[in-house]
């Protein structure tokens, strides 16, 4: 059995995606046993409770370098057991050397097809404003292990998403979460956790 745990700043709603999934039975051999804000006011930390999944905050500014906020976070996942760290619209860059450490062992889920709209500066919001203004009929959702480079990960999966005339980008983050995020996220920790993924370099595949 795999242990998971689940980073988040605000509502939560990736995180409910996989509370939801792993009480359907749909996370294979893993199951949530942390969930770590780095927001004391994130909605997030409600939904944990409700489902009954021990949560803390860690927030980088209350440590004062990233090597000591590093110790602080890992000591926590160590203390869990964690095998499995996924990012699920936390907004703390991760020190390099925590990546390096957890290596092909954190997953994160971003609201466009990498390599469009990503990277330093592209999330929530701001990834469907410059989707829409850069006109693009087809967005959606990836998955990807995480690296070093921000968005710059092996990809695990995507799923495209269309965009519609007279969209917003409050609109295109609804539905590309609904037909996207919340499909590929738990899939995706799913094949982890059963041991179906597979890294090679940038590629990734599933057994």
Known sequence: ???????????????????????????????????VSSNPEAFALERAAKASIPSAVLRRRDFDSAEDYDAAL?????????????????????????????????????????????????????????????????????????????????????KAVEVEEGDTPEILQKRVMQNAEWILLPQAVSDFCAGRLSVHGAWVTRK
């Open 1 to 35: 059995m795999t242990n998971i745990a689940v980073l988040v700043s605000g509502g939560g709603t990736n995180l409910q995606a996989l509370i939801d999934a792993q009480a359907a039975g749909k996370i294979e051999n893993g199951a949530i046993r942390l969930v």
């Open 74 to 158: 890992t000591a926590l996942l160590e203390e869990y057991g964690i095998g499995l760290i996924v990012l699920a619209g936390f907004m703390t860059v991760l020190p390099d050397s925590f990546c390096r450490r957890y290596e092909n062992r954190i997953i994160n889920v971003h609201p466009s097809l990498i390599p469009s709209f990503c990277g330093a500066g592209y999330y929530g919001l701001r990834v469907h404003e410059a989707a829409l203004a850069k006109g693009v009929k087809v967005t959606g959702a990836t998955v990807h292990f995480v690296s070093e480079v921000v968005d710059g990960g092996a990809i695990i999966a995507q």
